[in-house]
């Protein structure tokens, strides 16, 4: 197997990783507190606006709609699931981006390649070991979703930046 599959392997596996230990972590109903109240809004408990992201309010409405009686279950591991995708989009982007910022030549090809994985493995590392980032990804906050939008617009916006299309600048504006 060469570097190239080792380094596009290295973002699943930090990804599937992070998603196995939330999960033996998470809780399987509704926390009290911030989460309760979130639940509460989606299931349209109490006549609050949300203040929530509307594409995860919209989500978290939909699935409410389906499944109310598991609405807690369903939205922690929406949580789980953002939060481990978001833990290996970094590290595919600080892997591109130490990579595209560092001079590569003959000599030194594979030390680039070490470094640019490392850094990768090291953001992706802080970022799913992170309390704050850990609390969120095992209970129902919005805050694994923005993380992973962010991510995402990124990785779009970076992508429109290197080949101009009218589309992924349309996609742009429509997660933004």
Known sequence: MNRLRI???LGIVLAVGAGLMYWLTMGAGAFPGEPARLLAQAARLNETPT???PLWAFTLDMVGRAYPAR???IANWLSLVCGALAVGLLYYLVEGVLRAVIEVDDRNENWVTVVSSAGGV???LA???SIP???AAVRCYPATWHLLLLFVLTVV???FARQPAVWRL???GWLA
């Open 122 to 124: 090291a953001a992706a």
């Open 157 to 159: 916006f970076g992508s």
């Open 170 to 172: 349309a996609l742009v």
């Open 133 to 135: 980032f850990w609390h």
């Open 7 to 9: 380094e596009h392997l």
């Open 51 to 53: 203040t929530l992201c």
């Open 71 to 73: 609405l807690a279950e």
């Open 127 to 129: 970022l799913a070991f």
